[in-house]
């Protein structure tokens, strides 16, 4: 599906002669094109789901081998398979067998550090349009990662670091108390369709497993989860009962299915949990809260701690990607960088050197609700203290006050966090704090942390970054409404708001607009103005021509203007 | 109309028998209050308008006198009154004789200066909840305005100043091809109940003078407006056939009416129009274009500069506060922070010491579109060159990619002008660069606005401004929704998205949320932590209490925690 009809995909072709990466060319009125990174993928069947075209790639190493994976129980997919003795809704597309590695770490920080420059970074050269070496050196470094489970040959390569474009995720996810697979499979291409760069599924419901295992084949980006979440189901939802055991099958697992990410939040210690105690808001992130649950229940270190080597070796036999949870992150302005959103920060770098020594890679979650004042602090210090590792936040929200417009408070955050160094942001919608996002509210998210992103990218001087919001103010100068609709991040939003007050068809192509109406229009005189002075004269020819004015100005009290008034940079 | 069951309306009381400050007071479950600023007024039949309560504050002074105003001719109301005749909608209730100063500057900043402390001042420091002395001050050094126009004693005193509470305005008026009096009465209503400081009345349409007689007779906001819109009618929308003349008589005609700031375009002057040709948008302010139109059909100076010290004896006489129009800035990122722009800039700051001389008070107008590494420095400028005059921006937008976002675009480039300085935001809606803003619009413009400002008065440490955020981050994480809901700015969309996935009443009561349903909670989790250690108990003594961990902790590689380690202020 493209949203507009002057959208066609392109494909730009690298070396490898099967690396093509998509791009959507906007074809404008003008005989202009302008081509968008996509994030679409080529569309599936959700009975099928997608062609795994990286198969070939993979097998290539020669450093994995497939095997008989672990076998799917009733409880994978929690407890109304359990009651029912069946799970609903399974998967009907190829199964195939899960890969792994044949010995040592088969990660694209491996490679990286090997030297070794894969197609996955050439598609990703291409992809940011940079040098493939600065792909490969930021992933050595750590700096940027390459989510790409070898179980997931469907996705399309992407890369997280601030070097390159600030990317997006979009949280789905069915929980106890709604939505079905079809509505989550329906999400995830509502998502990337209007731009998501990666899809976390948070399912906590009914046939997690299921609806995990539809997501993933469909799914042509990184899929990131919190695999805590399914290990709580199949305690049925009691923290107590959690152990390491259970935990690292439901890992194993995911990673069996696809997983390119998961979120981990081996950061809450037992001694950090009390310096919540006094917050106005406690623990809100859920997965810190069940950990901090587990740890005061059996009053001993949290598990994901003192099993993280563990972790990190079936992490790099996958090449799963940490996203090491931020689980005592401020849930109110008030509560942040306080004593245990900190201490949890410095834990968590101690965990990403830890990943590293295992060529793992890893991202750092990051808050969730933060003043503006302390917005740069926040990524200075985890730039600081995890290597420079790229940091992964939830919004954050400038504000507490505005409920039902949290997409907003936290597009604030957002772009003022990613302007300052931030690698990814995770979108939050309009019904955060209030309730489950349906479908279009996964659009509005998607689209706020989208414009989020870009200004950030044009803040940070990206290299090209603002071609598009000159493509489209130049659109805008020249009347040519439906390019301006044509390179929106909304095409159909922007239409339909224009038709709203001039529906005629001729409004699209009239040189006019409803707020000032036919009579008179700015942008016309301004075009006046270029046709007298035409867009090439500069201003001091433009002033020589009317020095017969000068004295004129001078009587009547103009300053003259001096250009050493003005700042070197202009 | 208040907005919430929960909202009642409550009166501080001056020294003043007469000065009577209303808050909206939400009355919370737990037996609490909280005090919001309130901008609704008292309400009123629109037939009728509200009480002039400030007439007595007026008539106290001695310096004023109430003379035969200017008769309204059928022009006044543009060319459809001069086609039938006769003007629609005619205001039907009381006429007031205009009032005028009898020699003198009425302005707050004449009083300000003279050590006088008006009821007006008063009436603000109850407001802000600040010493009146520092009302006086700023004023006194213009770096805070009190528009208060003698022929709009129904107004409620607000200041505008960086030392004060962010202000938002509200753009409403019809234009040549929308909308009716009753549409744009019903507009500002909806403005002022959802928190707009001030409301300009743009219209450009028909009726312009009745149009504005009925919003500032009920309007309890200050009023601003762009006379050179109604002027251009007045000449049949052709900008060549503008004259001083035809202006002035305008702005007399405003004067008289009641209108308390007004955008004066005199700092395009004729040598910075050719800085524009090679713009990306050249000229999109519509009161810019026209000027600048103007100046080159003559190739004469711009009369509003050249008759500047005139508007500034007409303002004083009325205390009218200028709004120093950006005629010339950026309608592109591409743009900001050019020749063009900055030239403005610096005839504004001139303008702003000349109108100071009158005792007339200024506000400065500022963009538009900029990228957000430029904002910081936007609102530098400003405060240094034009002698720290208030800033009122609009937006600015931080990205060109999203129409149909661009309240969210521009409230992030808003949060951030107004965190480093800027005192009142002009609010950008949805239907921005589309179309006409219609009451849903008008909404989101304002609350996204609020939401902006009260981030910025967060960011810069506002004394209590975190108090609002704190009040609902409480609620929430004690479960008291009901409350959630009536501290929200939009507590109606607030519970409506609650009860999109949670319906039945007693969820409203209900110790989880819809987003980890009821088996599990994160923020029952932490009231268990908060249960177990105490609100009181310190991180320290907490600690102390696992020291028979400790040892354990060690073992497991745990680094204990170093107080040091954390930078002071933590």
Known sequence: MTVHPAHTRVYKRGEHSNIE??????????????????????????????????????????????????ATQLVDNGRAAIR????????????????????????????????????????????ESCDVELVRSEVAAGRAIIPANVNHPESEPMIIGRRFL???????????????????????????????????????????????????????????????????????GEADRLTWEIFRDTVIEQCEQGVDYMTIHAGVLLRYVPMTARRVTGIVSRGGSIMAGWCLAHHEEN???????????????????????????????????????????????????????????VMVEGPGHVPLHLV?????????????????????????????????TSAIGAATIAMHGTAMLCYVTPKEHLGLPNRDDVKTGVITYKLAAHAADIAKGHPGARDWDDALSKARFEFRWRDQFALSLDPVTAEEFHDETLPADNAKTAH???????????????????????????????????????????????????????????
């Open 21 to 70: 990466v998509p791009y959507t060319r906007v074809a404008l009125t003008n005989g202009e094109t302008f081509d968008r990174y996509c994030t679409e993928g080529p569309g599936s069947d959700p009975q099928v789901g997608l062609p795994p075209f990286r198969v070939g790639w993979i097998e290539d190493r020669g450093d994995t081998e497939t095997y008989d994976g672990r």
């Open 84 to 127: 029912s003795g069946a799970a609903r809704g399974e998967w009907q597309g190829e199964k195939r067998e899960p890969r792994r590695s044949t010995g040592g770490a088969v990660t694209q920080m491996a490679y990286a550090r090997a030297g070794i420059v894969t197609p996955e970074m050439e598609y990703v050269a291409l992809r």
């Open 166 to 236: 600030v990317k997006i995720n979009a949280n789905i996810g069915n929980s106890a108390v709604t939505s079905s697979i079809e509505e989550e499979v329906d999400k995830l291409t509502h998502a990337i369709t209007w731009g998501a760069d990666t899809v976390m599924d948070l399912s906590t419901g009914d046939d997690i497993h299921t609806t995990r295992e539809w997501i993933i084949r469909n799914s042509p980006v990184p899929i990131g989860t919190v695999p805590i979440y399914q290990a709580l189901e199949k305690v049925n």
């Open 303 to 361: 598990f994901l701690y003192t099993h993280y080597d563990e972790l990190c070796e079936i992490f790099a036999q996958y090449d799963v990607s940490f996203s090491l949870g931020d689980g005592l992150r401020p849930g109110s302005t008030a509560d942040a960088d306080d004593e245990a959103q900190l201490s949890e920060l410095r834990t968590l770098a101690e965990l990403t050197a830890r990943a590293w020594e295992h060529d793992v890679q």
């Open 376 to 408: 740069e602090e926040n990524v200075r210090l985890q730039q600081e203290w995890c290597h420079g590792a790229p940091f992964y936040t939830l919004g954050p929200l400038a504000t507490d006050i505005a409920p039902g417009y949290d997409h907003i």
């Open 512 to 570: 006019f607009c409803s707020m000032c109406g036919p009579k008179f229009c700015s942008m016309r005189i301004s075009q006046d103005v270029r046709d007298r002075f035409g867009a090439d004269l500069t201003p001091e020819d433009a002033a020589l021509g009317m020095k017969e004015k000068s004295a004129e100005f001078l009587e009547l009290g103009g300053t003259v203007y001096v250009e050493e008034d003005v700042p070197d940079r202009l």
